[in-house]
């Protein structure tokens, strides 16, 4: 065998506009709870948090193990694969 499982790539939008956020290299299964800042493939927007199309703050800076991460206020995003 020589694939190797790969981490998927998700989509993330604005809950409240639909705005395409990042996309986002996601590891593991589960709810999307935080954001590493060096996983996020695409970023679409200002780097402040919030969504550029309405405003909405979707997350909090914070550190996970020694790396910036970006933790994602529950129900203002909606993830998509
Ligand atoms: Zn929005």
């Known amino acids: 065998m020589?694939?190797?499982?790969?981490?998927?790539?998700?989509?993330?939008?604005?809950?409240?506009?639909?705005?395409?956020?990042?996309?986002?290299?996601?590891?593991?299964?589960?709810k999307l709870v935080k954001c590493f800042v060096d996983k996020i493939v695409q970023d679409n927007t200002e780097g402040d948090?919030?969504?550029?199309?309405?405003?909405?703050?979707?997350?909090?800076?914070?550190?996970?193990y020694g790396r910036p991460a970006n933790k994602i206020i529950q129900g203002k995003v909606t993830v998509k694969r």
């Not at 993330?12 to 996601?26: E, I, T």
């Not at 550029?52 to 550190?63: D, L, N, V, Y």
Request: charged share 20%; aromatic share 14%.
């Open 2 to 30: 020589s694939s190797r499982r790969s981490a998927r790539t998700v989509r993330v939008y604005c809950a409240s506009c639909g705005f395409y956020l990042y996309k986002y290299r996601k590891g593991g299964g589960g």
């Open 49 to 64: 948090l919030r969504c550029p199309s309405c405003g909405q703050a979707f997350a909090r800076e914070t550190m996970v």
